[in-house]
Nanobody, 130 residues
Framework: EVQLAESGGGLVQTGGSLRLSCTAS????????IGWFRQAPGKPREAIGC????????WYTDSAKGRFTITSDNAKNTMILQMNNLKPEDTAVYYC???????????????????????WGRGAQVTVSS
């Protein structure tokens, strides 16, 4: 059974850091791009960034650039979202998702379009207090 499981969420003060993990089971992440998304209360789900496990290329949304870093540990079948300098507006449920490569639109690069992703985790709550 294909599964993704996020862990590492929690409560942190403004300016703090959190490290989210996304562990895959039932498939090998080397064949996929992994995206990170978040959804705040009353808002649509949005892309934060993604990584292609084909060439380790990444993409980040403007709000994440310079603060968030996505990496993969293929040996552990795990992806990491390192979040630094967190702000209250980063409060949301964070999801990881997998997209089979090559992508129909972006090829071997990761695609940050939500509808592209085939498999989703259940999410992890991140709360940043002011």
């Amino acid at each position: 059974e294909v599964q993704l499981a996020e862990s590492g969420g929690g409560l942190v003060q403004t300016g703090g850091s959190l490290r989210l993990s996304c562990t895959a089971s039932g498939f090998t992440i080397e064949d996929y791009a992994i995206g990170w998304f978040r959804q705040a209360p009353g808002k649509p789900r949005e892309a934060i960034g993604c990584i292609s496990n084909y060439d380790d290329s990444t993409w980040y949304t403007d709000s994440a650039k310079g603060r968030f870093t996505i990496t993969s540990d293929n040996a552990k079948n795990t992806m990491i979202l390192q979040m630094n300098n967190l702000k209250p507006e980063d409060t949301a449920v964070y999801y990881c998702a997998a997209d089979w490569l090559p992508d129909s639109r972006t090829g071997w690069k990761c695609n940050h379009d939500i509808i592209t992703y085939n498999y989703w985790g259940r999410g992890a709550q991140v709360t940043v207090s002011s």
